[in-house]
């Protein structure tokens, strides 16, 4: 195949734009920013000559490859999403390609105590003479998960420059909001109109996952007896030194993201505020196993009514809510959405990394939606951080292995 890519200046043009999700805000996108880059995309696809390109009232946009073939063709759907993490800014992003990677430490132009070190980065120790995409220092790069999107968008331009090359429908979607959760929540399904779908939102060159943790929410709130200090003994009970100690009494070897690996699970404090009145907790509970989820909320709860035996009159509220499930439980009644993935890899030789997620993608919700829909690679690295990277050859070779998707889903109907 005959490739001209254009992944590279479609990507350092999309993340100069700000798109950072914020999970405090109620509305969808939870920021408006998020649609500079949506409205962007729209008029890229419609000037490419893809004509029902549009974005939707929430911010998502949708648009179709037509098939050029004679065969019936599931639909398949490639998705990105233009959002940022809200935990590092990504206002004014300079983006800076190191050519011709030499192995050393690459620092950064605006913060000297910055430094990305193959010593502690070891994918980038796998990249001598590689471009390599990092910042100036002063924010996130936005590869998470801009790389995804200039990579479809890369994609579209391949299929369109190269009519003889065979492919079924495909739809195209770029979501807001992923960073926050929310990502798949206002998917028009319908519209939509896809059979089977891959996230392009992963890491290291040659990943595919088609497994995720489940995930749960648990939101505590402690309530407490106030009184004036002055004349509180005897009367106040105060919430923050329940909650302190109800901290304090979490697994300090296990359990927690800093003490897990591989397929264990954990019970994450994600958020404390409040004061001696009422104290409000959010913890998220990650396995990959669905009945571990109820059996840790359970632990949590008793941990929280140990906390608080020495207040009488203190009371809680304990509340879960399903976040999402693992994407395996509908993945793996459809084989070949994996064995198609896996050869796509392979074919831009690579060598595959089949993996599970220690965390979630739009696949998670989608695939419970009716569209399964596993993750491939798009080279992002160190994500939500000022140490973020990607590769320049990276991003090439996910381009190559979307196109080669479609291509063998073409070939095998």
Not at 205 to 223: N, P, R, Y
Not at 276 to 290: C, Q
Not at 339 to 357: F, M
Request: overall charge negative.
């Amino acid at each position: 195949m005959n490739y001209s890519f254009t992944v590279v200046d479609r990507f350092l043009n999309y993340v100069k734009i700000d798109t950072q999700s914020d999970p405090h805000s109620a509305s969808t996108p939870s920021t408006e920013k998020q649609m500079d880059l949506s409205r962007l995309l729209v008029k890229e696809l419609q000037a490419m000559g893809v004509e029902d390109a549009e974005m939707d009232e929430h911010g998502y946009v949708y648009a179709t490859l037509k098939s050029n073939s004679e065969k019936q063709v599931p639909v398949i759907c490639f998705c990105s999403h233009v959002d940022t993490s809200p935990e590092t800014t990504g206002q004014n992003v300079n983006p800076i390609i190191h050519k011709n990677y030499d192995g050393g430490i690459i620092k950064y132009a605006k913060d000297s105590s910055l430094k990305l070190d193959p010593a502690e980065h070891p994918e980038l120790a796998k990249k001598l003479g590689n471009d390599i995409i990092t910042t100036d220092g002063t924010t996130l790069l936005g590869a998470d998960n801009k790389a995804g999107v200039a990579e479809i968008m890369d994609m579209a331009h391949y299929f369109i420059s190269n009519p003889e090359v065979k492919h079924g429908d495909i739809r195209i979607l770029f979501t807001p909001d992923e960073e926050i959760g929310r990502g798949a929540d206002k998917v028009n399904i319908k519209k939509l109109g896809a059979d089977f779908g891959y996230t392009v939102d992963g890491e290291a060159l040659g990943s595919f996952e088609d497994e995720t943790f489940s995930a749960d929410m648990v939101q505590i709130t402690i309530h407490g007896v106030n009184a004036h200090p002055g004349f509180a003994k005897g009367n106040m009970e105060n919430a923050l030194k329940a909650a302190s100690k109800f901290i304090e009494m979490l697994p300090q070897n296990t359990w927690s993201p800093e003490t897990t690996a591989n397929r264990e699970g954990f019970v994450h404090p994600y958020e404390m505020k409040g004061g001696v009145e009422k104290m409000e907790l959010t913890f998220i509970i990650r396995s990959f196993v669905d009945a571990d989820l109820k059996t840790y909320e359970h632990q949590l709860e008793e941990l929280l009514k140990s906390a608080l035996e020495n207040y009488p009159n203190m009371t809680y509220e304990f509340n879960v809510s399903e976040q999402y499930r693992n994407m395996k439980n509908i993945i793996s009644q459809h084989s070949a959405i994996s064995t198609y993935a896996i050869q796509a890899i392979e074919r831009a030789g690579l060598k595959v990394k089949h993996g599970s997620i220690r965390g979630g993608t739009d696949g998670s919700k989608l695939s419970f939606m009716g569209l399964p829909c596993p993750n491939v690679f798009a080279g992002e690295h160190a994500f939500h951080s000022k140490l973020e990277w990607a590769s320049v050859q990276d991003m090439h070779k996910a381009v190559e292995t979307i196109v080669n998707i479609a291509c063998i889903w073409e070939e095998r109907s």
